[in-house]
């Protein structure tokens, strides 16, 4: 519930007390934006569609505040802003000429405007640059049907594919996850109290560092060094 309070004893103002200013009409202005009025009267093509504006014909057109729309795209008449829409539009990310006129279309119109975007595009140097020249040497040929078992014999070689996960623990090699002693190795280097960096050999398939639960002292050897857990581990 709002209360009426008196300015004497509204000690604090706030936004029911202060003077609010509305802003009634607001009216931006482009320099040199005012020119494609007059450049649209001397344009044939949309000089012919505000006359059918001034004999009251229907038209899908549409005339507000002297710029003419057709939906929601802005009519340009024949000037320089033309090549810098295209080129803008474009060149944030060169893609393709129908791409391009899609963007261009979604907020311009002139009548000519498909064939200028696809200049624009096949002249575009970055375009002509990335795209590539290989083409196919020729259709495909299909071997003939063989009239004998092992007379044509084709192979195709796949490389680089993916280990699957059968494939991951393979035969003879081994990993933290399956519990088995290997040694004796040789001690790289002692990590810290109860970690060490052990040297194993290539085909165990894990990390180095293991921890001091995991390993016990190989006392094969009577010169081992006691301190530093000796000099192979298994």
Not at 92 to 111: A, I, K, M, N
Not at 150 to 175: C, H, I, K
Not at 188 to 206: D, F, G, M, R
Request: aromatic share 10%.
């Amino acid at each position: 519930m709002v209360k009426h309070k008196s300015g004497v004893t509204n000690r604090v103002a706030n936004a029911l007390s202060r003077k609010s200013n509305f802003l009634v009409n607001q009216r931006v202005e482009v320099p040199g934006f005012d020119c494609l009025r007059d450049l649209l009267e001397t344009n044939p093509y949309f000089s012919n569609v505000l006359g059918k504006f001034r004999v009251g014909e229907k038209s899908k057109f549409l005339l507000h505040d002297g710029f003419l729309f057709k939906g929601n795209q802005l009519c340009i008449p024949d000037c320089s802003l033309h090549l810098q829409i295209i080129k803008k539009l474009h060149g944030e990310c060169h893609v393709g000429r129908d791409r391009t006129l899609l963007l261009v279309q979604g907020s311009y119109f002139w009548p000519t405007i498909r064939k200028e975007v696809e200049k624009y595009v096949q002249k575009c140097r970055v375009c002509n640059v990335s795209k590539g020249t290989a083409t196919n040497d020729g259709l495909y040929m299909p071997l003939p049907v063989p009239s004998r078992p092992w007379e044509d014999v084709s192979m195709d070689f796949v490389l680089g594919l993916p280990r699957t996960q059968r494939d991951r623990y393979p035969a003879g090699e081994y990993n933290k996850l399956l519990a088995r002693k290997i040694g004796p190795v040789e001690v790289v280097e002692k990590i810290n109290s109860n970690a060490y960096w052990l040297k194993l050999p290539s085909h165990i398939c894990t990390a180095y560092v293991f921890n001091m639960k995991h390993l016990i002292p190989y006392t094969g050897d009577s010169s081992d060094d006691d301190d530093s857990m000796a000099n192979s581990l298994h």
